[in-house]
């Protein structure tokens, strides 16, 4: 099984392993986690050396109405599942925990809506939405160019199958991409197959090729 080249950033992976990530970010994360023993390593180094720090701080008084408080915490969303990891015997299309507990297990089972040609989304529902963070499933079809475009805020792309290629680099599956502000490709998904990722994003895109950006008061993705 070929292992995933590019990774989450470092900070991103300190959140995580903090518990401070919301909901979907710890959703793509996790789902990364379980394709790259990598960053499954930072994170546990991370989490050791937090473990760490608790034990030198000096305990605190606990709040009297703490116990009522973490039961009424036990009705809240279930957390993301830890990650469960691939064997030789997965296939390319396999999906793994987290995400199987939200799309169930196979990716031909997703009912997609189209966005444009050769394009198509499912969102993932997931609990614990802040804000504009929006967890979804993208399909490009063989060969198909995204529009070029930018960020109003950031994208977290992990590769579920197959591939794509943008202007940092060539992404397979467990390869994660983060864009931002500063970011401005055209994702091309390889010739051999359809793409398909998980995605995360806090704000839509912007389109910024010459005739596209027209369209951006119309983009709601």
């Known amino acids: 099984m070929m292992l995933p080249v590019h990774h989450p950033p470092e ?3 300190l959140d995580y392993a903090a518990g401070s990530a919301d909901e979907p970010t710890s959703l793509v994360l996790a789902t990364h986690i379980a394709l790259c023993p990598e ?3 930072a994170v546990a180094r991370f989490e050791s050396i937090g473990g760490a720090l608790l034990e030198a701080i000096e305990p605190a008084a606990v709040a009297p109405d703490a116990l009522n408080n973490l ?3 036990l009705d809240e969303q279930e957390p993301v599942l830890p990650p469960q ?3 030789a015997g997965d296939s390319a299309r396999s999906v793994l ?3 199987r507990s939200h799309i169930g297990d196979e990716l031909k089972a997703i009912r997609w809506q189209r966005v444009m040609r050769g394009v198509e989304q499912a969102v993932v529902a997931v609990g614990g939405r802040t804000g504009d963070v929006k967890a979804r499933l993208l399909r490009i079809g063989p060969g198909v160019r995204v529009p070029r475009h930018t960020h109003a805020g950031t994208e977290m792309t992990l590769v579920l199958a197959g591939g794509f290629t943008d202007g940092e680099g060539h992404y397979l599956r467990g390869d994660f991409s983060f864009g931002d502000g500063e970011t401005d490709h055209s994702p091309r998904a390889d010739d051999d197959g359809e793409c398909v990722c998980l995605t995360v994003t806090d704000g839509p895109l912007r389109l910024t090729g010459a005739l596209m950006r027209l369209l951006n008061p119309f983009v709601t993705f």
Do not use: F, G, K
């Open 71 to 73: 039961l009424a915490r």
């Open 39 to 41: 960053c499954r390593d």
């Open 85 to 87: 990891y691939p064997t």
């Open 97 to 99: 925990e987290p995400l």
């Open 11 to 13: 900070e991103l992976l």
